[in-house]
Each structure stands twice: as C-alpha cells, then as structure tokens.
C-alpha cells in the first residue's frame, strides 16, 4: 500500500477483555516496529520485527502483550486482559531496513481505551 | 540507556517568528538523530537527520547540527509560518534496531 495502515483507528473495550491491533506495514519494508504513547509522554518502543522474527522485545510491559508478524508483511499486536493503564495509542512503523539506515514510516496508531 | 529530553511544550509564536526547539540526548556510541514531526489528525513523518558529528540536517526550512561536545541537536527555523504548527519529537537510533523519543513539543503558531 502507499502508507502504513492500522486499524482499528479507535478501539473502546472493557477491563479484562482481549484486544488485537493490525498493523500492515508499507510492501517490501522488512523491518516493523510498535510503540505506545501515553497521553502525555513520548513514543514508548515495544518491540521490533526483522522479517517474522523479532529480535528485540524487550519493550513490552508485560506477559499479557504479545506480538507476531506473518509473511513478512501483516504485525498483529495483542493484549490480553486489558487494564485501565493500556490506555493509549498505539503506533506502528516499518522501514525498508533499520532505522539507524533508512527513514521510519508511521502508520496513524490506534486509540485504545479501556474502560 | 538511551534517552532524549526536549523541552515542553507548548511553545507558542507568532508567525515569522524565531523558533528553537532545545533537545539533548544521551547514548552510547555514535548515534544517528532525528526529528519527527506530528501534524494535526496525521501520523509521524520524518522531519529531518544527522547521522554523525558536525552534520546538519534540514528541511521545509527546518535545521538541527549533531552536537556531540554537548550532546544536543536543537530544531531551528528563522521564520514559523501557522502550517508549521504540529508536534515536534526529537529521536536518536544507536543501532538499526529501535528509535528512542523525547516527549514530544507541540508547536502553536498564530497569525
């Protein structure tokens, strides 16, 4: 596609319920990135993708986020038993290669609020 | 670790005024730099960068110098116009792994 897309924009769900954010990275970017911004504070990294493998997650909160890539392409992030501290948005990147070689594109995020 | 800290916001100009945005980081190595900028209902786009020391990233009339004797990389522009009224995230990679963010500075600019 021309852009990182992310969906859904907005997602509002219940303390305690799983939720699953998509993230489909610009074609042909093998590296994949999400981050978390709380309101108010910057960009937190969660983890990163090299192909379908992810070499470094040692941003994620907790055991109840978890993150896989298929074919390269498609990121899905999921978040098991949210808490009312999830909330936030959640933004995805990619780049052809790394960030330290080539620009990162980042998709509009998805608002999630847990309620 | 890595860290970035930038001045908050929000910093609040008229138009064809002046602008810095003060950003200092620390890190091991040699990192690249970067500024994001965030404009209203969009996502981030890459700004501008600076690679090593000395450098001078530009663009859309934006600057920043890699400062490594002060470990810093401000964001300039002689005059703002109201369309550069987003938000500014200074970011610096030291490998080709992850990006790490300041906060964020919200820039406002009035006619």
Redesign the interface.
Known sequence: GA??SQSPSNKVTEKGKDVELRCDPISGHT?L?W?RQRL????E?LI?F?GNSA??KS?LPSDRFSAERTGESVSTLTIQRTQQEDSAVY?C?SSL?????T???????TRLTVV | GNS?TQMEGPVTLSEEAFLTINCTYTATGYP?LFW?VQYPG?????LL?A?KADDKGSNKGFEATYRKETTSFHLEKGSVQVSDSAVY?C?L????????????TMLLVSP
């Not at chain 2, 969009?42 to 890459?46: A, I, P, R, S, Y």
């Not at chain 2, 080709?96 to 300041?102: A, D, E, P, V």
């Open positions: 852009g990182v590296a990135y981050y108010g504070q910057g960009l990294f990163y090299q070499p470094d941003g933004l990147a290669l790394g960030v330290g070689n620009e990162a594109f980042f998709g509009q995020g | 970035v690249s994001y969009e996502g981030l786009q890459l960068k690679t995230f970011a990679s030291s490998g080709y792994s992850t990006l790490t963010f300041g906060k964020g």
